[in-house]
């Protein structure tokens, strides 16, 4: 059997982390999810309590260590040691990811990282630049999309089931996804952009599980029985 790398990229709410977390299942695969560390790095510069400048980036990302660890849920993410899952899907982490992530010394220590984490293959990784510059000569890469209103709509549900941090409406939600993607895709650091051989898959009206399965048999069709 073939050991691949399934690059998943995408904009905001596009449902990358759900699928990409089933379909490592699905395949005995690790799964990674660059999001996360992005995340992470952002709650380390907030907590920082100081400007958002490059040196101070450049500080942040060099005293930190950022882990990824299986767990029942998929991975959990840990800052300097400590769980940080909940927090990085803050409202707030989520205003200053956008910034903290189109950092330079932000971006090349952690595609470093998941350079090496993805050394033995085996794995799916999602995020925004996984099949251009992390690993661009990944087996199967896939460009997940949804219409804006549907990644609004999934964005809302998570937002309101992290009880009491919910003070944006609907509005405010989509706002925030269209400028998010509207920063990541034209940031002069690895932009978001789908590779010119990359599968896209708009998923606004099709199940998780469907996508999954879709992205399944891709998969099988490149590593075999
Ligand atoms: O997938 P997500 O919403 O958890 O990602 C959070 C942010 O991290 C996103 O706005 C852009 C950034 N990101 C990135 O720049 N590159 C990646 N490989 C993954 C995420």
């Known amino acids: 059997m073939r050991k691949i790398i399934i690059a998943i990229d995408g904009p905001a709410g596009a449902g ?3 699928t990409a977390k089933l379909l490592a299942t699905k395949l005995k695969y690790i799964y990674i999810d660059t999001g996360a560390m992005y995340r992470a790095v ?25 882990e990824l660890k299986p767990s029942d ?4 993410t840990l800052l300097n040691g400590t769980d940080v899952s909940e927090e990085i899907r803050s409202v707030l982490v989520n205003q200053y990811v956008s910034p903290v992530s189109a950092n330079e010394h932000v ?4 595609v470093d990282i998941q350079r090496k ?5 085996c794995c799916v990784m999602d995020g925004r630049d ?15 999309t949804a219409s804006l209103e549907e990644r609004t709509k999934r964005r809302w549900l998570e937002y309101n ?6 003070n944006l409406s609907f509005d405010e939600v989509s706002e925030q996804i269209s400028s998010r993607d509207k920063y990541d895709s034209s940031r002069a650091v690895s932009p978001l952009y789908m590779a010119d051989d990359a599968i896209k898959i708009d998923n606004s009206n099709i199940t998780l599980e469907q996508q999954v399965e879709i992205i399944y048999n891709l998969a099988i069709d490149i590593i075999g029985n």
């Open 16 to 18: 990358k982390t759900s």
């Open 107 to 110: 971006r090349k220590k952690l």
């Open 130 to 144: 996984i099949g251009t510059i992390v690993f661009p000569n990944a087996e199967l890469k896939i460009f997940l």
């Open 42 to 66: 952002t709650l380390a510069y907030l907590n920082s309590k100081t400007e958002l400048n490059n040196e101070n980036l450049a500080k942040t990302i060099s005293n930190i260590s950022i």
């Open 73 to 76: 849920n998929g991975q959990i």
């Open 161 to 166: 089931k992290q009880a009491g941090v919910n």
């Open 117 to 121: 984490l993805g050394e033995r293959k």
